[in-house]
């Protein structure tokens, strides 16, 4: 069992930047893969980005976030730059028991997602 604890979360303006933090415990740590989903509403959830032994990025995010782990705290960081009004949403933290991922396609899975965050809200004004 893995539990996740996400913070970081809050109203920013576009163009600004905030960081997001997801503590995990109950397992090693460094055993498996973490990751972000988020989901804005009306629609579906999607692939943000994930960090195992390759890290992953959805189209829409590469370049202005990056994905960073500190295995030392046992924490997964979503640091997000140069945010846009789309971006608003509901950022889940997710796990992957699989460590390894080879494609852009099974990173962006959903279903190979074992565990997941309760969500924080980022919500970007214009």
């Known amino acids: 069992q893995v539990q996740l604890v996400e913070s970081g979360g809050g109203l920013v303006q576009a163009g600004g930047s905030l960081r997001l933090s997801c503590t995990a415990s109950?397992?090693?740590?460094?055993?498996?893969?973490m990751g972000w989903f988020r989901q804005a509403p009306g629609k579906q959830r999607e692939f943000v980005a994930r960090?195992?032994?390759?890290?992953y990025y959805s189209d829409t995010v590469k370049g202005r976030f990056t994905i960073s782990r500190d295995n030392a705290k046992n924490t997964v960081y979503l640091q997000m730059n140069s945010l846009k009004p789309e971006d608003t949403a509901v950022y889940y933290c997710?796990?992957?028991?699989?460590?390894?991922?080879?494609?852009?396609?099974?990173?962006?899975?959903?279903?190979?997602?074992?565990?997941w965050g309760q969500g924080t809200q980022v919500t970007v004004s214009s």
């Open positions: 960090a195992g032994n390759n890290t």
């Open positions: 997710v796990v992957d028991l699989t460590f390894h991922s080879f494609t852009n396609s099974y990173a962006a899975h959903r279903l190979n997602y074992d565990y």
């Open positions: 109950g397992r090693t740590f460094t055993d498996y893969a």
